[in-house]
């Protein structure tokens, strides 16, 4: 994988329509952008090779599928040496229902998103977490009761010019 090349605002207006349309064809994009499709889809390609795309999914509406429970857990480990974060780190990407690990500051190691069938089988996740003794110290949990919104794209321009959206 290539180093990324400096992002222009319309490298910008494609991710931007990506995240949006992923399953528009090149023409489409090109369209979208004001661009001709050749150069949108160089564009395209160079973004995808340096890894600035890094892959298309398809977004499923979980409760179409059925009931779930959505819930963020925040975790102590008991010791802090690089070979217990990655032991965490491993024991706890064996989870389909941990869909989220982030190492964050403050009060806590970790923070886990989890989405389970049922409160039950989240429980009895935590439950084999604790036993599977990954180092684990302690943890809290806050089962999520409505979702207001979300964003499904990332704040690229945002992020690309370095400065806020508010100012």
Not at 104 to 126: A, C, R
Request: charged share 30%.
């Amino acid at each position: 994988m290539r180093t990324p090349d400096p992002i222009d605002r319309t490298d910008i207006k494609i991710l931007e329509h990506l995240q949006r349309e992923g399953r528009c064809s090149n023409v489409e994009l090109a369209e979208a952008v004001n661009l001709s499709p050749s150069p949108c889809l160089t564009r395209t390609k160079r973004m995808e090779e340096t890894g600035v795309i890094a892959g298309y999914a398809a977004q499923v509406a979980l409760e179409k599928l059925g009931s779930h429970v959505v819930v963020f857990s925040e975790i102590t480990l008991g010791s802090h040496r690089p070979a217990d974060f990655r032991k965490f780190e491993e024991g706890a990407a064996r989870y389909a229902e941990i869909v989220e690990c982030y190492n964050v500051s403050g009060g806590y190691d970790y923070l886990l998103k989890i989405v389970s069938p049922t409160v039950g089988l989240f429980q009895e996740l935590m439950e084999r977490l604790l036993e599977d003794e990954i180092g684990i110290e302690k943890f809290a949990s806050r089962i999520v009761l409505r979702h207001p919104y979300e964003r499904r794209v990332e704040p690229v321009e945002v992020i690309a010019s370095g400065k806020s959206s508010w100012k």
